[in-house]
């Protein structure tokens, strides 16, 4: 059964700094790779997905996935105060119906 | 953008009754989802749901719950007889494709409070 961790639990970030998210997962087969956002209130959002090995940017967001150290990390440059919410990294394996969500962080920018 | 619209917001039962979540997905997608989350944390995975059949679900969607979708109506999620640990938020999302390739859009949620 995937495991798909997140850390850390909550992070806390000037405006204008760097956050930076993990995700480890536990299942090799493990092909596609998505990052959530939750405001509080609402259903998660899409913020992108990364299906290859190494940098994937858009915008201000940048995903790192590196497979064969089971890892996948979001990186938020120029944090703004309306990136405050609660980040999870999604898992899904080839031919598997399920999109697996990790442990979340809460992001809070401080303005 | 693409909305899924999740009736009613909150519900409030009591133990053993029948509970009906109604989700109306994004008008073209295929791929249905359930998720649950608790205190704000973490989103289980339910089951998924594509061409009128349950296509796989998880340890969570106990034998008490149901799920269906007659003729392009609601996709529902039923609970009978509801139970205290089935309180949390429901999320219904949809997708026009499957997960490896299509993001998933999600309600706002139901809160279900079981009494």
């Known amino acids: 059964q995937q495991k798909v961790q997140q850390s850390p639990e909550s992070l806390i970030v000037p405006e204008g700094g760097m956050a930076s998210l993990n995700c480890t997962f536990s299942d090799r087969n493990s092909q596609y790779f998505w990052w959530y956002r939750q405001h509080s209130g609402e259903g998660p959002k899409a913020l992108m997905?990364?299906?290859?090995?190494g940098d994937k940017k858009e915008g201000r967001f940048t995903a790192h996935l590196n497979k064969a150290s089971l890892h996948v990390s979001l990186h938020i440059k120029d944090s703004q105060p309306s990136d405050s919410a609660l980040y999870f990294c999604a898992v899904s394996g080839s031919g598997s119906w399920q999109l697996i969500f990790g442990s979340g962080t809460q992001l809070t920018v401080m303005p | 953008g693409p909305k899924v619209l999740q009736i009613p917001s909150h519900q409030i039962i009591d133990m053993g009754q029948m509970v009906t979540l109604n989700c109306d997905p994004v008008?073209?997608?295929?791929?249905f989802y359930w998720y649950k989350q608790i205190l704000g944390q973490q989103m289980e995975f339910l089951v998924n749901f594509y061409n009128g059949k349950v296509m796989e679900k998880s340890k969570l969607f106990k034998d008490q719950f149901s799920v269906e979708r007659p003729d392009g109506s609601y996709f529902t999620l039923k609970i009978q007889p509801t139970a205290l640990e089935d309180s949390a938020v429901y999320f219904c999302?949809?997708?026009?494709?499957?997960?490896?390739?299509?993001?998933?859009?999600f309600g706002h949620g139901t809160k279900l409070s079981v009494l």
């Open positions: 008008s073209n997608h295929l791929y």
């Open positions: 999302a949809s997708s026009s494709g499957t997960v490896s390739n299509e993001r998933l859009f």
């Open positions: 997905s990364i299906f290859s090995n």
